[in-house]
Every structure is written in C-alpha cells, then in structure tokens.
C-alpha cells in the first residue's frame, strides 16, 4: 500500500491540518506530493464546515523545495512547473484561511509555499533561503508571490544573494508573523487557527477575497511571463550544472556549464 505523500487529518470543528509527509527528502516538492497537496485543499475548501488549514511539514524540515531529480528531468520540467504554478495559486486563492506551522527549513518553492498562505508561524530554528541562483535556477513563479508581500530591497537581498536568513529576520522583513520556540510552533497556529474562527465566516472569506483582488491585479497580468522565465531557467545548461553540483554535494561549475573555457 502506497504511503499517502500528503496527510489530511481534522484538528477541531473547522480546522484541519495537511501536513507534507515526505521527510525523507525533506518534503522536497515532487509532481506527486504537489498533485495530492493540491487535491486536498480542493477537498477541503469544498467542504462549507472547514475554515482554517494548518499547513506543516513531517521530519526535520518544513520543506526543502522542488524535487531537483524532477525540476531538472527534460520529460518533467513543464509538467513540475505547471504544479508550481497550480500549488501556490491553489493555497493562494482557496476561500480556507491557510496558516503555516514551519520549522527545520523553508527553501526555494517550499519558502515561497509558506509565503503564500495568509500566516506563518516560524519556528526559531527555521531558516528560509531562495538558493535558485544558486542551482542556475530563477525564482520566476515565487516572485509572484513575494514581489507582493515584502519590500523590493528585502526581495531583491533573498533572491540576489541566495542565502538563508533566520525566522527572527524573517519576521523583521514581514515574511513571518510569528516566531515561537519550535516545541510551540504548532500550539501558536492553533491558536491563530481559534483567533480566526471567531471572526464571521463570510466576512473572513471576503476579506481574503478582496485582499486577493489587490494583490494580484498585476501578477495575474504577468503570469505568462513569469512561467516563461521559470521554464527557459529550467532548461538551461546552468541548471543542469546547478542541480548536478547540489545533488553530487561540490560547488557549481559554472564555467564549464555556460561552455566558457578558462
């Protein structure tokens, strides 16, 4: 029997919990994982009762990204974009007020995951990186959702520079909303989770609505584009490069991936 990659489980009238359950790979985004995480929002959200998703991570880590194997496989890479893109829109635009319960590690899509749900409660051992440059990878589809969320300054420092930044830095710049010690990350959501529960419930959901209408006027006007970008980073011999390099554990050789001679 297949172990499901996502967990679906109530939590108390009106909440649930989905939690990625890949931690072997550290919830590393595959076409599987992001399919099943996406049917269960859509479930959920179908649901008139459920009003709060508590979204987390099993083993050590929240989640490390895509699944480099996938991201980088010719066969896979418009298949493994199109569910980026359907992953963050889905937890982005369902009428369910997601809140994240992060700890270990948010990387890549998986920091641009946690950034897309409305909260985010950050354990204070997390750490939170966009390492794309990194894998001759660009951020093109979690740009959509950052660029509306932080300053451009704090955007471009993430982006540019690819490192990782501690939970209290990411509550500085607006990425988090709290930071708690980790054995009380979940406690802190569940608390969030009531707190939300005692607004009306259509009066929530309109308010995301609207909310969502002024965010993403000029993303959605943009998204063309953005996929664009995502894909030709995809297929370009620096990413190759770059996923070989983390996979095989050695810095990049970026040199020889543009095919430059010394």
């Known amino acids: 029997m297949t172990t499901p990659l996502v967990l679906v489980e109530p939590l108390e009238p ?11 790979r550290r919830n590393a985004l595959s076409i599987s994982l992001m399919r099943e995480f996406c ?4 479930s959920l959200a179908a649901d008139p009762r459920e009003r709060v998703v508590i979204l987390r991570g099993a083993g050590p880590a929240f989640c490390a990204g895509l ?6 496989d010719p066969k896979l890479i418009d298949s493994s974009a199109d569910w980026v893109k359907r992953t963050l829109s889905t937890i982005r635009e369902t009428s369910l007020i ?9 990387l890549a899509g ?12 950050a354990a204070d051992d997390l750490k939170i990186g966009f390492p794309e440059v990194r894998r001759g990878l660009v951020p093109a589809l979690v740009s959509t959702v950052l660029c509306g969320k932080l ?19 990411a509550q500085e710049i607006g990425f988090v909303q709290r930071v708690v010690p980790a054995p009380q990350v979940f ?7 009531r707190t939300v529960l005692s607004g009306g419930p259509e009066s929530v959901r309109q308010t995301k609505r609207l909310l969502n209408l002024h965010v993403n ?24 490069e770059g996923a070989a390099a983390f996979l095989e554990k050695r810095p990049p050789n970026w040199i020889r991936s543009t095919g430059t001679t010394p």
């Open 187 to 193: 406690s802190e959501a569940q608390r969030l989770a």
């Open 110 to 121: 998986g920091a641009g995951l946690m950034a897309a749900c409305d909260l985010a409660v």
């Open 14 to 24: 009106g909440v649930s919990i989905v939690t990625f359950n890949r931690p072997e």
């Open 217 to 240: 006027v000029k993303a959605d006007q943009r998204v063309e584009e953005f996929i664009a970008s995502h894909l030709q980073a995809r297929r370009s011999e620096e990413a190759c």
């Open 98 to 106: 997601s809140i994240c319960a992060a700890h270990g590690g948010a």
């Open 151 to 169: 300053r451009d300054s704090d955007v471009r420092e993430l982006f540019l520079l690819g490192e990782l930044i501690s939970a209290e830095r």
């Open 67 to 72: 699944d480099l194997q996938e991201a980088t």
């Open 39 to 42: 049917e269960a929002i859509q």
